[in-house]
């Protein structure tokens, strides 16, 4: 080594960040045997996930949880549910991150009790809630309640935590699913920040925590980022990130100790750039996106959890995880990454960047404050349509082969490949049968829990005590305590609570949203145009209506509101009602709409229950010549079962050709109609 290399390097390594998989699936027992083995390989923390019910605050009986329960993530109905998920792994000495936002408050009340339960001192649970309701108003979808009773819920849960579980960090700010959902760097960052600004005006504001103490609530506010493969851009991100924190939480809220201020977030790589068309090439997007986060040091990640390379094809196998894993413990054992200060400091290319996205997140931040703030600007439908405009333009960028992805519109001959030469193994599936025995399981918790070995008092006080604290001012955490202590269902609580505080349907931004891609003459789009235009004549109707739904619990909705905002611009009447409908709402607005086809898009594994309802509802009520087109992450035996009960189409992430689908929607109203095919032009 050189004179002049040696001062670069430190004689000690820097610490590994936490690392992470998020994971949970079928039954806590499935779950609890998978976090075991997942610890003995060398992860350092858990990320749990759970199940849609449990996101939205259903029992697994629920008729919303109909073919979502276990599929997404874990169920955790009850206490004995959280007692059974973390059996043998001691909550004390585990950072454990908690994927759960409009029911937090819930299932952090199940951890700590469970908690006790094994002798720990809660004083000393380290973990996350993420708990960010704003980000499920636009982008993932899981809210229940409106702004107002929601963030009075994250306050309360805040100024508990402050008080009872210091080290806890009660809310997780999270841009992730904003990049998901369409943002652009400076979205991302001003959407947190405004998120987070709201967040501490409200608990500054509830008179619950003493001025002297904010900074313990600023040291205990943590963020959750997404990081594209533009990783240089990902990483001045970062960088602008911790910036404007450090600005906001000293001159906003007066924050005088630069630990409180400092910047702390956990990263996962952006899952929304994985492929389904040669997946194996999702392998080095994620390496590329996990350097973001981790090559600046002054910008670097406390936790990393990597999605597994075949996420766009369906639920990860224990082994695709193990490979996730890997790559963070190589870099982080085997390169020197972790002996250098930050590589990017004095760069002007990287401050030049820098500086461009913090002037461009304050102009947009200071936007939202003339709004009235992120709540204001949620319930006004400014921000949903921002995200659905910019996800829009993306699209047409990728269409148009502006923005190349690899496999996908360039580069797309491939050989064969190995991975996927049997894909009904290259992903894991969830056994139907688990649903079943899950109700059962909760029918039997509700009818034994008074009894030995549990006796837990009756759940009805409980319940009374917790709406008549949801009517008053008074904290909402030590009534939420007690309802997990009195055996009260996750159904329950959020019922009790649904009853005060009312429900929420965000606003879709899909009428709002501009035209991304013109109908010029000549182009994909105006082919389309007419195509739609002749159909409507041949049927003797001004317009060809469309209805897409969101059948179930999955509030992914960018793939829906993008096949509607193009449907739209290509001449269509669109019928979109936002997310979390049953069957027979879906085919009661089909019917009384009377639209000529009805798209449904499902992320969640729960297609084959209810799509198959949704066509047996239409055949009862003499509505076949409506055809039924499916879209989301739907396997291949999958899709084949589908079409064989009488799907007209499936699209899968393959299908990145928005203008040709709506174009094949067209198609599928003549053929249903028994028109004559169009000529498609030369």
């Excluded at 849609?52 to 276990?70: C, F, I, K, M, N």
């Excluded at 990860?316 to 963070?328: A, C, E, G, V």
């Excluded at 009534?479 to 997990?484: G, H, I, P, V």
């Amino acid at each position: 080594m050189t004179e002049r290399q040696t001062p670069q390097a430190r004689k000690e390594r820097d610490r590994p960040w936490l690392m992470r998989t998020y994971a949970g699936h079928s039954t806590a027992e499935a779950s609890n045997e998978l976090y075991r083995r997942n610890l003995a390989k060398g992860q350092t923390g858990l990320s749990v996930a759970f199940d849609l019910p449990t996101q939205t605050g259903y029992d697994s009986d629920h008729v919303l949880a109909r073919g979502e329960v276990g599929r997404v993530g874990v169920p955790v109905a009850h206490l004995g549910d959280m007692r059974r998920l973390f059996q043998d792994i001691p909550l004390e000495q585990m950072n454990t991150s908690m994927t759960i936002n409009a029911t937090a408050m819930w299932l952090l009340a199940l951890y700590q009790v469970v908690a006790e339960e094994q002798g720990a001192d809660v004083t000393r649970l380290q973990g996350t809630t993420q708990n960010d309701i704003v980000k499920e108003y636009l982008s993932r979808g899981t809210h229940v309640f409106p702004p107002g009773p929601s963030l009075r819920l994250t306050t309360d849960m805040i100024a508990y935590t402050v008080s009872h579980l210091p080290k806890w960090n009660p809310i997780n700010i999270c841009s992730y699913h904003l990049q998901e959902a369409g943002a652009t760097p400076v979205q991302e960052i001003a959407y947190a920040m405004s998120t987070a600004i709201a967040v501490l005006d409200a608990v500054r504001d509830s008179g619950q925590v003493p001025q002297e103490r904010m900074g313990d609530v600023v040291g205990r506010i943590s963020f959750f980022v997404n990081a594209g493969v533009r990783f240089i851009e990902e990483m001045c991100k970062m960088r602008a990130f911790g910036r404007i924190w450090d600005r906001v939480t000293h001159e906003r809220y007066g924050i005088e100790d630069p630990k409180h201020r400092r910047f702390r977030y956990g990263v996962q790589v952006n899952s929304l750039g994985l492929t389904e068309a040669q997946p194996e090439n999702n392998v080095q997007r994620i390496v590329l996106e996990m350097l973001a986060v981790t090559l600046s040091k002054d910008a670097r990640a406390r936790a990393v959890q990597l999605p597994a390379w075949n996420e766009a094809l369906g639920l990860p196998r224990p082994w695709d995880q193990q490979w996730s894993l890997r790559i963070q413990q190589v870099l982080a054992h085997e390169s020197d990454l972790l002996e250098y200060d930050d590589i990017f400091e004095g760069s002007k290319v990287i401050e030049a960047k820098v500086d461009e996205l913090v002037d461009a997140a304050f102009a947009e931040m200071d936007r939202i404050e003339e709004m009235g703030g992120a709540m204001a600007a949620v319930e006004s439908g400014y921000l949903k349509s921002q995200l659905v405009a910019s996800h829009a333009e993306r699209r047409a960028r990728i269409e148009s082969g502006q923005e190349k992805i690899v496999g996908v519109n360039i580069f797309e001959t491939t050989e064969p490949n190995p991975l996927t030469a049997d894909l009904d193994t290259a992903i894991q599936t969830v056994d139907p049968a688990v649903e079943a025995r899950v109700v059962a399981a909760l029918q039997e918790w509700r009818d034994t829990r008074y009894q030995p070995p549990f006796n837990h008092p009756r759940p009805c006080k409980a319940l009374e005590r917790l709406k008549e604290a949801a009517k008053g001012t008074d904290n909402l955490m030590e009534a939420t305590l007690e309802c997990a202590r009195a055996g009260v269902t996750t159904g329950e609580w959020a019922g009790a609570l649904r009853e005060v505080f009312g429900e929420f349907r965000a606003p879709t931004g899909v009428s709002s949203a501009p035209v991304a891609v013109t109908a010029e003459e000549g182009t994909a789009m105006a082919d389309v145009r007419r195509r739609v235009d002749a159909t409507a004549r041949d049927l003797g109707v001004g317009k060809l209506r469309f209805l897409v739904g969101k059948p179930g619990l999955d509030g992914h909705s960018n793939g829906a509101e993008q096949i509607a905002v193009r449907a739209r611009d290509a001449g269509f009447e669109v019928v979109y009602q936002g997310i979390r409908l049953t069957p027979e709402q879906i085919v009661d607005a089909a019917l009384a709409e009377d639209v000529h086809a009805v798209g449904l898009s499902i992320l969640s594994g729960s297609h084959a229950q209810l799509v198959p309802d949704v066509l047996e509802r239409l055949r009862v009520a003499g509505a076949t010549d409506i055809p039924v087109i499916a879209g989301g992450i739907i396997p291949n035996g999958d899709a084949e079962q589908l079409r064989a009960a009488g799907v007209a189409a499936v699209f899968t992430p393959k299908d990145f050709d928005i203008t040709g689908i709506i174009g094949r929607i067209v198609d599928e109203i003549r053929t249903a109609n028994k028109l004559d095919p169009l000529e498609v032009p030369a």
